[in-house]
């Protein structure tokens, strides 16, 4: 190779890539551009199914408390929350407390989420009072299925 040619390949490897401050300032934009990002994300939809999903747990756990303490146990659901008592609907043999122990079991909607359906009873054998439905309204909407014979929550 002719010397002029090694004196341009030196001058060309010495002049590329980027210094540390076009660096640092790339970052700089970057970081900026995705906290206004992470700021416009919406979260409904993830509240909607986190909430069904929890509504779901819920409504099976009141049948397998019903089930192993042999008793009756209610799902008392209204447009703000949903949880679990005892004996009836009305909650006139208390609540059902979390496993802990020291918690009712009771849940609110979170903001723009609303709740529909009707309360289920669940007998000492874990047969649900009727057929019964709940949705779960926000950017989505989830239905929760209780079959009439057998419990079965989907």
Not at 15 to 43: D, H, K, P, Y
Not at 73 to 80: G, P, R
Not at 123 to 131: D, I, R, Y
């Amino acid at each position: 190779m002719p010397e002029s040619a090694h004196a341009m390949d030196r001058t060309r490897n010495e002049t590329s890539g980027f210094t540390i401050i076009e660096l640092v300032v790339v970052i700089g934009i970057v970081t900026i551009l995705s906290a206004f990002a992470i700021a416009r994300i919406n979260t409904a939809g993830f509240d909607t199914e986190g909430f069904a999903n929890r509504a779901a747990a819920m409504v099976r756990y009141a049948q397998k408390i019903a089930i192993s303490q042999r008793r009756t146990v209610a799902v008392v659901i209204t447009s703000s929350n949903i949880q679990l008592c005892y004996t009836d609907t009305a909650c006139s043999g208390g609540m059902v407390h979390e496993p802990p122990g020291t918690n009712a079991f009771s849940f609110n909607t979170p903001s723009g989420v609303a709740l529909g359906g009707s309360s289920i009873t669940f007998s000492a054998l874990g047969k649900p009072s009727a057929a019964a439905s709940i949705t779960v309204t926000g950017d989505v909407v989830r239905t929760i299925t209780v079959e009439a014979e057998t419990g079965y929550v989907h």
